[in-house]
């Protein structure tokens, strides 16, 4: 098993270096540069930029290079663990990830908890009760929960309670070291609302992975042998039907990662998804990159995880 | 339209109501005349420091600091204004008029070529005394030879870089290239910030750019920028103007969602707005919260105070051809647009047609009742189309052409974009296709003419059309002028203007640098005038609305009266 974890490992290497080379290209595809965003703007009116300022301002910032120069220079910074120094804020951006990637971190794993742990028990309950009105309810819950766009739902919320109870979570930031009740007070509503997608398609999966088990032959002996309905499915049938519940937790804590984006903007959570909005409107590649790096290295670090995990559920699992 | 513009007229008039002068003093002597601006002005006295933070919404994350060299209100002017002053600046209860910020007086001299300016006894945050070495220093950085300044570059055409002359501790002498009526009104613009040199000096033009390099004279010191999360100030305890500011400290939390920014205000966790006003919320959206939360927050309004218009690209067929750009010109309906664009149901309107030059600083170029007559703004629209068509038959496109549109996916602009489409759909037969892209791609293909026309948006700076102007049609090659189109008879009257003394000579110019352009042969055509909007907490005092967005950004003159009374709906 380790030997399969050092090869995977070393496999992050090209998977990563060409995630950076794709990012940077796509970059400097899209139309507008760092030196027209710190001109011209993000927003709003920008004065009469002359294309000779644009002009000095992209020779100060070394944009003129070729891009296989800015390239090669950035990934050689890079390679020395400095991710460099953001064009926009112009400090560096480790400084800056740093703290953010931890309050995205905690977000999107509040949300798995949550979804996690509603999930599952919600799917194996529906599963045990097929076809009776608990399980239609819970279907058509889960159907919903998918069908809802994350980024609606949070809208949805915070008119809601704006417009209902005249209050919303407290503006600004506190870590969890700092205040943790201020801090649960302004992550739960966001943590909420990324979970209930992932809750809803969890519950499915985990609905038909145990429908699908308990029509086993085991677990007709486990019945015969006169075990209790509780110990069959919570020993026998919970066990085999987690894998892929924990395929799809994998799956959903990576995707959680994008969607925080628009989640943390709209409850004005200072993580890594409000970062990147920024670094796409003011042309901030170094942020930028610095980010997809970041992300690309927690998603294959999970997606190595949620497979050696497999060999500790399902011994038949051997890793060659 | 004017039903709909009464009730934000009232409420207008309602925000300034009471209006104290400033006393003022002005002499004459042998070297010229001299304005005086004791301090304090009757209004100080009113305000009651309160032990509280002034707390406040923005949707901006700035990356500059230097308002010398940037070039945006939102993402530069905004957080970094309240720490610094000007040597004059627009008075914060009477924002037509100039008045005296560091300096004490002023004094002009006969040829109306010199000013000379006596400096109040202030101190730099580090508690240096500010100097007249200091305020030449400034002059001269804002007109540096070589250096990008977007905002500020316009003061060249008036002042030489090291022309200021130090007389004392607390004089400096200003020589102006020419006497001219727009020297002080650009001097008062709140990029013309004074910087102490013993700091400003030693910076290079990147580290100037970074949060808390740069120290100013002003009410509010930058205690912390947390980009992303909040830009925090505390008060200048040894501000100048004695009493000032009214709060220990102001924040601004960082809400980039629009929406959310409205809920803030709503549900009371913030006193107020960024700016307080900027054209993102030109809308009926503060009125809306102000109806919502019966007064509580109260919608704040600058009328006339950003453009929207569209840049007819000339680098190709078909605006290359000027009967097709005048037919445009003409073909436009300003009137149902602006209907369409900038009224809401059950509101009134938030905006007024689209002409060539602002109404600000008392001047009123295009009056509504001159514009009934003109071609282009004239009612009914079946003259106009007729001859647009013809022109377009001359042009060899009796019925019409493809062509792509570039605008900035904002919801107004998008919707300005749609209701131009069908009307030149319409009247026409031109086939627009619009692309709604993000600000920096849209400038990008301003700038280098990818597509056949743009809608753009453009705010009033200076209190004087001049700027508008100069903006448009003077400077060459840049974001608002990208084909770089002139009129030798209008560049004339925009450089006469500038040295033209008499205000009714002026005025003259401007009419006529309007008639040119009412040939509708420029790349601009005029759509509609947007209100810039905002809102504050009712309890928030002595706020008056300036006449542009970009002026009176230092919260140094509001003060909280927990006692006020709830305006009546």
């Known amino acids: ?320 | 339209m004017t039903r709909g513009v009464l009730p934000v007229a009232v409420l207008l008039l309602m925000t300034i109501a009471v209006i104290p002068r400033p006393s003022a003093a002005q002499t004459s002597t042998p070297e010229g005349q001299t304005f005086t601006f004791p301090w304090p002005p009757d209004w100080v006295a009113r305000g009651k420091y309160q032990k509280m933070i002034l707390k406040g919404v923005t949707g901006f994350n700035p990356g500059q600091w230097d308002v010398h060299a940037c070039g945006t209100l939102p993402d530069c002017l905004m957080p970094s204004s309240p720490q610094f002053n000007g040597l004059v600046y627009h008075d914060p209860v009477n924002p037509d008029r100039i008045v005296c910020d560091l300096c004490e007086s002023w004094t002009v001299s006969r040829d109306g070529k010199t000013y000379t300016f006596r400096l109040r006894q202030a101190q730099w945050h580090d508690g240096q005394p500010v100097t007249a070495e200091d305020i030449k220093f400034s002059l001269d950085r804002i007109v540096e030879p070589g250096a990008i300044r977007v905002r500020t570059g316009v003061m060249r055409a008036f002042y030489e870089y090291g022309a200021a002359q130090v007389i004392d501790d607390r004089t400096v002498r200003v020589p102006l290239r020419f006497a001219s009526p727009l020297f002080l009104e650009n001097l008062a613009s709140e990029y013309m910030k004074m910087y102490p040199k013993h700091v400003a000096k030693g910076l290079s033009p990147e580290d100037a750019q970074k949060p808390g390099k740069l120290i100013g004279s002003g009410p509010w010191k930058l205690k912390e920028f947390k980009p992303n999360i909040s830009i925090e100030y505390v008060r200048n305890t040894n501000y100048f103007k004695k009493g000032l500011p009214y709060f220990d400290g102001m924040s601004f939390t960082i809400v980039r969602d629009y929406n959310r920014r409205l809920a803030a205000m709503q549900v009371g966790q913030a006193h107020t707005t960024e700016g307080p006003t900027i054209g993102t919320y030109g809308s009926e959206d503060p009125m809306r919260i102000q109806r919502e939360t019966k007064g509580r927050v109260r919608a704040v309004y600058i009328p006339e105070a950003v453009q929207t218009y569209m840049v007819l690209h000339m680098n190709k067929p078909p605006f290359q051809d000027a009967r097709v750009r005048r037919a445009v010109f003409l073909a436009v309906d300003r009137h149902e647009l602006t209907k369409i664009v900038r009224c809401a149901e059950g509101f009134g309107c938030f905006g007024s047609i689209g002409t060539f030059l602002p109404n600000k600083g008392g001047k009123i170029i295009e009056p509504p009742e001159e514009l009934a007559q003109v071609k282009g703004w004239r009612k009914p629209k079946d003259a106009d189309l007729a001859e647009a068509k013809a022109l377009m038959a001359a042009a060899g496109y009796p019925n019409g052409f493809k062509a792509m549109l570039n605008l900035g996916n904002v919801p107004l602009v998008v919707k300005s974009g749609e209701v131009l489409a069908e009307q030149l759909r319409r009247g026409l037969g031109i086939d627009l296709t619009i692309e709604a892209v993000d600000r920096a791609t849209q400038v990008d293909r301003i700038m280098r003419r990818t597509h056949h026309a743009s809608l753009d948006s453009s705010g009033v700076i200076i209190l004087d059309p001049a700027d508008y102007l100069n903006q448009h049609f003077l400077v060459t090659s840049g974001q608002k002028n990208p084909d770089g189109w002139q009129h030798p008879k209008l560049t004339e009257l925009i450089q006469a203007q500038a040295k033209e003394p008499d205000p009714g000579k002026r005025l003259r110019m401007f009419k006529d640098a309007v008639e040119i352009l009412r040939g509708g042969e420029s790349h601009v055509v005029p759509l509609s005038w947007g209100f810039s909007g905002g809102m504050m907490d009712y309890r928030l005092q002595n706020f008056h609305v300036p006449g542009s967005e970009q002026i009176v950004k230092h919260f140094e003159h509001v003060w909280w009266d927990p006692d006020a009374p709830l305006p009546k709906p």
């Open chain 1, 1 to 320: 098993m380790g030997k399969y974890a050092l090869r995977r490992a070393l496999l992050f290497i090209p998977t990563l270096l060409l995630v950076t080379i794709l990012v940077f290209s796509l970059f400097w595809i899209v139309p507008g540069d760092p030196a027209l965003a710190i001109l011209a703007g993000g927003e709003g009116d920008t004065g009469a930029v002359s294309a000779e300022q644009l002009q000095q301002l992209r020779q100060r910032l070394g944009l003129d290079r070729p891009l296989y120069v800015q390239y090669a220079s950035w990934l050689g910074n890079a390679l020395r663990g400095d991710l460099g120094t953001s064009l926009w804020y112009k400090t560096p951006v480790w400084s800056q990830l740093r703290d953010r990637f931890l309050v995205t971190m905690e977000l999107a794993t509040m949300a798995i908890v949550l979804a996690v742990c509603a999930a599952v028990p919600l799917g194996v309950t529906s599963a045990v009760k097929q076809d009776t009105g608990f399980d239609y309810v819970s279907r058509i819950f889960s159907s919903i929960g998918i069908a809802l766009p994350t980024f609606w739902l949070g809208i949805l919320i915070v008119y809601a309670l704006a417009s209902f109870f005249d209050w919303l979570p407290p503006l600004g930031y506190a870590t969890v070291w700092d205040d943790p009740l201020l801090n649960l007070q302004q992550l739960i509503l966001p943590a909420l609302t990324l979970a209930f997608n992932d809750l809803a398609f969890t519950a499915r999966v985990t609905r038909s992975s145990m429908l699908e088990v308990m029509r086993e032959d085991y677990l007709r002996t486990a019945r015969a042998k006169g075990l209790g309905e509780l110990i069959v499915v919570a020993r026998h049938a919970l066990k085999n039907a987690l894998l892929p519940v924990l395929t799809v937790s994998g799956y959903q804590f990576a995707r959680l990662l994008g969607g925080v984006i628009i989640v943390e903007s709209i409850f004005v959570v200072p993580g890594m998804g409000t970062l990147l909005i920024d670094s796409i409107i003011h042309r901030d590649f170094i942020v930028l990159q610095a980010i997809v790096l970041l992300v690309a290295v927690v998603v294959l670090v999970i997606n190595l995880l949620v497979d050696l995990s497999y060999g500790v559920l399902d011994p038949r699992v051997r890793y060659q």
